[in-house]
């Protein structure tokens, strides 16, 4: 852990990097997309996505490791939850975000049923004393999910687009180096945060579901801001649901094999999140975009969920 004395000056060091690691994460996702004939919207929910979900894999599979699975369940709760809220909401207030209709047609249902599938294993105590079931479960309909993408990525991909920029391999390590960035800085802040935290003796459950899951939310919002700010609308909505389901599919399913993650004891919370990715639906059917009124109304829901885990 970090001594408190240096948590406030890593802490702007991790802000730093967040912002320029997104800068060129954003940039490398769009070229990249682009020059392999495929839509924006797949690399980010499959390759950005991934690489967003890093920090909650690091702390989540760590902490099952070390047996906290308080930690290890509230932070994927908490994080899933932020990036629907937190990261949509300041997003759309940067700049309203358009969403294509394929994407209620396709990529919500799949956050939605991942998040079903998780209350019901929840329920069933899949993620208690029979946890490895659990697991097995998450890590099948993960598998399932990537071949499904992989799948939508050959059937749009354009052999016929002409591409007239950097090469494949740069602008490969582009995203790489802005993964990376995002990552470090990521880690940076979660560190620095959960020192000051523990420093005023604040519950590790809640840590993880406030702070804990704030920070490692940060990659996804500074990317999703960045890609608001530059218009890239696709990103933005790729990034926050293809982090989910990695957050709930790959990284509950890995820190399941390991320990009982008392998933019945979080039923509450659980709900939550089920009420918060069901609030989508009737927002983007009526007129598929997220307006900056919407975006204050989504702060507005977190700041309410943020008084409820400390208050209630």
Excluded at 23 to 28: A, E, M, Q, R, S
Excluded at 173 to 192: D, H, Q, R
Excluded at 216 to 230: F, N, Q
Excluded at 277 to 305: C, N, V
Aim: aromatic share 10%.
């Amino acid at each position: 852990m970090i001594d408190i004395a240096l948590s406030i000056p890593i802490f702007f060091i991790g802000v730093i990097l967040l912002y320029k690691g997104s800068d060129v994460l954003v940039d490398g996702t769009a070229k990249t997309a682009s020059q392999l004939g495929v839509s924006s919207l797949i690399i980010s929910v499959v390759l950005v996505g991934f690489g967003t979900s890093s920090p909650e894999f690091a702390i989540s599979v760590g902490a099952a490791i070390e047996g906290h699975t308080g930690i290890s369940l509230g932070n994927i709760i908490g994080s899933c939850i932020a990036n629907l809220l937190l990261v949509l909401g300041i997003s759309a207030i940067v700049r309203p975000i358009s969403v294509r209709k394929g994407i209620i047609k396709r990529e919500m249902p799949i956050v939605f049923g991942a998040t079903i599938l998780l209350l019901l294993i929840s329920f069933l105590g899949l993620l208690d004393a029979y946890h490895h079931i659990g697991g097995i479960i998450f890590l099948g309909s993960f598998t399932v999910f990537v071949i499904y993408f992989y799948r939508c990525a050959q059937k749009e991909r354009d052999n016929n687009t002409k591409y007239n920029g950097d090469s494949l391999q740069k602008n490969i390590i582009f995203v790489i180096l802005g993964i990376t960035g995002v990552v470090v800085g990521a880690w940076f802040l979660i560190e620095s945060a959960v020192s000051i935290a523990t420093f005023f003796s604040i519950d590790p459950f809640v840590i993880a579901l406030s702070m804990v899951a704030i920070g490692t939310s940060l990659p996804e919002l500074v990317v999703s801001v960045m890609a608001a700010h530059k218009n890239k609308s696709d990103i933005v909505i790729g990034n926050v649901l293809g982090s989910n389901v990695f957050n709930i599919l790959l990284i509950l399913g890995v820190s399941a094999l390991f320990v009982s993650l008392n998933a019945i004891d979080s039923i509450t919370p659980l709900l939550i999140l089920l009420i918060t990715t069901s609030i989508f639906f009737p927002i983007l059917y009526t007129g598929r975009t997220i307006s900056r009124k919407e975006g204050l109304f989504l702060l507005f829901l977190y700041s309410i969920f943020i008084w409820y885990i400390f208050f209630v």
